[in-house]
């Protein structure tokens, strides 16, 4: 009795109608949705494979070329692949000259001030523009969305700061570029999407704007917030055009990337007041070497802080307010 049981619920699961309604189910699927192929699995790893090859091996070249001596240098033709004959006398010579020092504390506190502005600035109208009922929102809106297409070009913004008396003044390389119209869009919509029941409930509580900002708005949107200061943070750390038009002859006010485009372009010295470091190259150090040294110098500080903010990457534009 139950191999007959078994035989037939057997024939019933493998008989045409079963096998219609499978294809049927197959068929209303999306493919994306469906089970991994052997193929496409290891069509997958070869291409991440590849990826993860382009963006790392230029990265060794330029680490191990900083590590490299001369002699290594001049038998690789350029760019050391392998170690050979490793030293740390570029790094010896590129901080133990006080421009670098003098730009590497520029870069960072450029950095540091202008994203705590550029957030805070940024935070408060994207919060203004998610309010439905503000003031003047909508036209508000459109006139920062007009501005993302349409600008007065280099030489009105040149004669604007330096009318304002920004030629070679600190501001000048942090107010030109201190808002962000499409990182002000990204929060506004995030904002946007708050729960309402949560913005009620404070309300009910007695708060008000700035209340319901600070306790309910930010903490639900740390992931966004972390993810545009990053964005901020690494445009100001990069950041070199506004020097060569502000301040292009003052090299104790240059950040470390423009440094670096001076000693590239120049290739044996740096303009301004520079008595060493770089303009005397040691013998025993090659100035591919102290390029590739100021490199790495400048890619340091990003590469210690991402992986703190990479995984609200994965979440930052994801994440709600309410579970459930």
């Known amino acids: ?87 740390v006398q570029a790094y010896r010579e590129m901080l133990g000259d006080p421009t670098v020092r003098t730009a590497l504390l520029v870069s960072l506190g450029i950095t540091a001030v202008g994203t705590a502005l550029s957030i805070a600035v940024s935070v408060l109208c994207a919060y203004g523009l998610s309010r439905p009922r503000s003031f003047g929102h909508r036209w508000l809106l459109v006139l920062l969305i007009v501005t993302m297409f349409v600008n007065g070009g280099l030489i009105p913004t040149f004669l604007v700061v330096t009318g304002l008396g920004g030629y070679g003044q600190w501001w000048a390389l942090i107010l030109p570029s201190a808002v962000s119209v499409f990182n002000i869009l990204v929060l506004r919509s995030f904002y946007s999407e708050t729960s309402a029941e949560l913005i009620d409930a404070a309300r009910m509580d007695g708060a008000g704007d700035w209340r319901v900002l600070w306790s309910v708005v930010l903490p639900t949107s740390r ?26 002859t003052d090299s104790q006010k240059w950040p470390l990337q423009y440094v670096l485009l001076t000693y590239v372009n120049r290739g044996n010295g740096l303009p301004g007041s520079l008595n060493g470091g770089f303009g005397t190259t040691h013998a025993q150090t090659a100035p591919l070497s102290l390029q590739m040294a100021v490199v790495v110098l400048t890619l340091v500080p990003l590469l210690i802080v991402y992986p703190f903010l990479q995984k609200h990457f994965r979440t930052g534009v994801l994440t709600g307010a309410v579970k459930g």
């Open 223 to 248: 992931a966004v917030t972390a993810v545009i200061a990053l964005f901020y943070g690494v445009g100001y750390w990069n950041s070199f055009f506004n020097v060569m038009l502000y301040m292009p």
């Open 1 to 87: 009795m139950t191999n007959a049981f078994t035989l037939g619920r057997r024939q019933a699961k493998g008989g045409p109608a079963a096998r219609a309604v499978r294809g049927a189910t197959r068929a209303e699927r999306p493919s994306w949705e469906e089970p991994p192929t052997p193929a496409g699995q290891a069509a997958k790893g070869v291409t991440l494979t590849g990826v993860v090859a382009v963006v790392l091996v230029p990265l060794w070249i330029i680490v191990v070329t900083s590590f490299s001596t001369p002699g290594a240098i001049n038998r690789a033709g350029g760019l050391v692949i392998w170690p050979d004959g490793l030293t």
